[in-house]
Every structure is written in C-alpha cells, then in structure tokens.
C-alpha cells in the first residue's frame, strides 16, 4: 500500500471510528401525524404538542443553552417572533438540558418563546433528532413544521443556524398558500 493510500485509510478510520458524533434514529416523515410529547418549560411548567392544536408549530431542536451555534439560532427566532405570530405559529426549541438551564438561557438572551427540556432525550429520539457527543447523548439540530391539525409539514435537517430562522418562514408562508 503506498504511503498515500495508508494516510488515506488512517484518515477514513480516525473519522468514522472515533464515534464522537453520530445520529441515531429516523426522522418522521411529511405527512405522518407528529410524536405527541409533554415536556417541562423553561417556565417549570408542562406543555403538549395538543396544548398548540390548531397553530402551526416550528418544533426546534438544539444541541446545548449558551453554545454559539445555538445562542445564534435562538436569537434569529426570537429576532423573527412577530413574523411568526402573525403566520399563526408558536416556536418550541427542545434541547436534553434541564428546565432551569432554559429559564437562565431565555432569561440572558431575552428569548420570548418556549424551551422545552427533554432530559431523557426520548422526544429528540422519537424525532429522530438525537446524537451522541463524546458518549453523551445531545439533541441534534432538526426543525419540524408541523401544521394546525398535527402532521408533520417540513423537516429541515442538520440545520445550519445562519439564516435558518429566514428559511423556515419562506417554507411556512409556502405552506400556508396551499
């Protein structure tokens, strides 16, 4: 094997093998009825995706509170939320961290919306929206249209952060014309 070929597998190897991030469920379809959950906010109380019935709901989810990447996606919907309550729609970022972790970070960024924590990580499992990180399993960065009768209307996946927030109302006001 040349010395090329060799650098090549080592390389393939060290990425693939070393499992530092790795997605682990299917995402729901467009079309299928959305997982329902009830999850604690960051206002310590409990919300179901029935309590948004009839609102079209962009179901976020996030890695990690107080993360760059993430504090930058939070800030770009909260930039946007009138934009999104005039379309008739609620934003719901869901992360693995604690419902107290929520209220600080809404709390630090002015975020008017809901944070739900899903410290078991079995929403962001049913969502296909799990990863695990260095053994730890974190919610990976998946976004859900869902409409006001509960089916899923948009996926967006492996979200890049910037310009996402622009992006998911272009599809909300696409949907809503049909």
Request: proline share 2%.
């Amino acid at each position: 094997m040349s010395k090329y070929a060799f650098l090549l597998v080592f390389a393939i190897v060290a990425v693939l093998g070393c499992n530092r991030v790795s997605a682990v469920n299917e995402l729901p379809a467009v079309g299928t009825v959305a997982p329902t959950f009830k999850l604690t906010t960051n206002e310590g109380k409990e919300a179901s995706l029935a309590d948004f019935k009839g609102k079209w709901v962009v179901l976020y989810f996030y890695p990690k509170d107080f993360t760059s990447g993430c504090t930058l996606e939070a800030r770009n919907f909260q930039r946007d939320l009138a934009k999104y309550t005039a379309a008739n729609a609620v934003i719901l970022g869901v992360s693995v961290d604690s419902a107290e972790s929520h209220k600080e970070f809404c709390a630090k960024e002015g975020l008017n919306f809901k944070l739900l924590s899903d410290s078991d990580a079995k929403v962001s499992e049913q969502y296909g929206s799990i990863m695990e990180y260095n053994g730890a399993k974190l919610s990976a960065r998946n976004t859900f249209i869902i409409d006001p009768q509960g089916k899923i209307a948009k996926v967006f996946e492996k979200v890049k952060v910037g310009g996402h927030s622009d992006e998911v109302l272009a599809a909300l006001a696409e949907l809503q014309k049909t």
